[in-house]
């Protein structure tokens, strides 16, 4: 059996024997954990690696890890001239819908399960400012589709959110940037979790589009939404 170390492609920040004190560097400790571990599973250990790129770039940002990257540098959310692009677009431009659905529910379902391992930490330490976070504090009951649909000249992923409370959740009445007409948006516990769903969504996809000449050309379209409908 082929160990986990011997396919990892980084190197390891953290000492695997000792659990940091910084939230930061503890949601690092757990990615690197599963990475490296020898029995962790090709589709998680994927998924870890996706994530943790996501944290140490978002821990970067707000200077709670150095850059090790020897000026490498991270692509995270980075446009080209001729269009925009996905943070993982390059590692899978030659996979299929099919696959790419596959990651984006193996992304969700890692989120899920590092954040709420994690847990709601108090203190002085600053939370990592990563938006999957809100992935762990929807209900258990909540549950995620990831659906692909093939057409002529296309395909989608749709990524779907059923069975949310009655109560405290779904959209709201609001003013529109300017402060003169309402419109309906999601509420205050449902958008951070729309905003992570469709950053993992986005994240594998690239837009060289130009509507003012009726030019499109993506990696997949679709959406992520509300679905009302119960969902078991």
């Known amino acids: ?3 986990a170390t011997a396919t990892a492609t980084r190197t390891r920040i953290t000492n695997p024997k000792r659990e940091p004190d910084n939230r930061a560097m503890k949601k690092v400790w757990i990615l690197e954990n599963l990475i490296f571990h020898p029995r962790t599973g090709a ?13 140490l ?22 446009r080209l001239p001729e269009g925009s692009y996905g943070a993982k ?26 954040e709420t391992k994690l847990g709601a930490e108090t203190g002085s330490e600053i939370a990592l400012p990563d938006p999957l976070a809100a992935l ?24 779907r959110v059923y ?13 529109d940037r300017y402060g003169q007409y309402k419109h309906w948006a999601p509420g205050p516990q449902l958008k951070p979790i729309l905003d992570a769903l469709k950053e993992i969504h986005w994240s594998y996809n690239y837009d060289r589009s130009d509507a003012m000449v009726d030019y499109f050309d993506r990696n997949y379209g679709g959406h992520v939404d509300v679905d009302w409908r119960e969902r078991p």
């Open 1 to 3: 059996m082929t160990s």
């Open 89 to 114: 677009y390059e590692q899978i431009k030659r996979l299929s819908t099919t696959e790419i659905a596959k990651r984006i529910r193996a992304d969700i379902k890692l989120a899920r399960k590092v």
């Open 43 to 55: 589709e998680e250990r994927d998924a870890a690696e996706r994530m943790l790129d996501r944290a």
């Open 136 to 159: 762990a504090t929807m209900p258990k009951t909540i549950k995620v589709s990831v659906r692909t649909d093939y057409y002529s000249g296309g395909s989608s992923i749709d990524v």
């Open 163 to 175: 069975n949310l409370p009655d109560k405290g959740w779904g959209f709201v009445e609001e003013l």
């Open 57 to 78: 770039a978002k821990a970067k940002e707000t200077g709670q890890v150095r850059d090790t990257d020897n000026g490498a540098g991270v692509w995270h959310d980075y």
